[in-house]
């Protein structure tokens, strides 16, 4: 079975600091997928990035960032010089490629983690 | 691009009824995935749709059902409702690549269900 696994619960800064959302994922799939999307307070749910499995260069988004480490299941997101807009809810999550419905067909079955409310204070 | 979008946006319900929600996937993708959130918890899977045909289905009951349509549109429908059934029910839609597992799903603002 797949999991994802986010330890920190809620995390609050200030303005313009740097912050690292930890992501920690279990499978037993060779080949997989890890996203993470971000939940405003609307709802939606906004992708960010998707990784696959064979790829573990660090990726730069601006102001956004993320170390992949196979060695230790981790999938880390780091947002530099924080800002107020950046807060909202954000999710890890992990798609495998052992998801078979009877007809022997993949599917795609999103695994998500608990998420981390994170506050950007002004 | 037309995104992802969801009808209706609130519903109250009460329990023991049938209620029924809809997905507008965005433009040219043809495969529907509909997830549950229930407050303060991340979505979980209930099931996905590709052509026309349920593609794979999570840990729900068989009061959970849907469709999907020529247009590749869906409705998810959930019968007997329970108290627990009050979530954020989120629907996603992918193109398949070359494959259908690690497509990248994106979410429209979800149907924010209350059941009394």
């Known amino acids: 079975a797949q999991k994802v696994t986010q330890a920190q619960t809620e995390i609050s800064v200030v303005e313009k600091e740097d912050v690292t959302l930890d992501c920690v994922y279990e499978t037993r799939d060779t080949t997989y997928y890890l996203f993470w999307y971000k939940q405003p307070p609307s709802g939606e749910l906004v992708f960010l990035i998707r990784?696959?499995?064979?790829?573990?260069q660090n990726e730069i988004s601006g102001r956004y960032s993320w170390n992949f480490q196979k060695s230790t299941s981790s999938f880390n997101f780091t947002i530099t010089a924080s800002q107020v807009v950046d807060s909202a809810v954000y999710f890890c999550a992990l798609s495998g490629d052992t998801e078979y419905n009877a007809g022997g067909t993949s599917y795609g079955k999103l695994t998500f983690g608990q998420g981390t409310i994170l506050t950007v204070h002004p | 691009e037309t995104g992802v979008t969801q009808s209706p946006t609130h519903l109250i319900k009460t329990r023991g009824q049938q209620v029924t929600l809809r997905c507008s996937s965005q433009s040219g993708h043809n495969t529907v995935s509909w997830y549950q959130q229930a407050l303060g918890q991340g979505p979980q899977f209930i099931f996905q749709?590709?052509?026309?045909?349920?593609?794979g289905r999570g840990n729900f009951p068989p009061r959970f059902s849907g469709l999907q349509f020529p247009n590749y549109s869906s409705e998810l429908n959930v019968n007997a409702l329970e108290l627990d059934d009050s979530a954020l029910y989120l629907c996603?839609?992918?193109?398949?690549?070359?494959?259908?597992?690690?497509?990248?799903?994106?979410f429209g603002p979800g149907t924010r269900l209350t059941v009394l």
């Open positions: 996603a839609s992918s193109h398949p690549g070359w494959g259908l597992s690690t497509d990248t799903q994106y």
């Open positions: 749709y590709y052509r026309e045909e349920e593609n």
């Open positions: 990784r696959n499995s064979f790829d573990e």
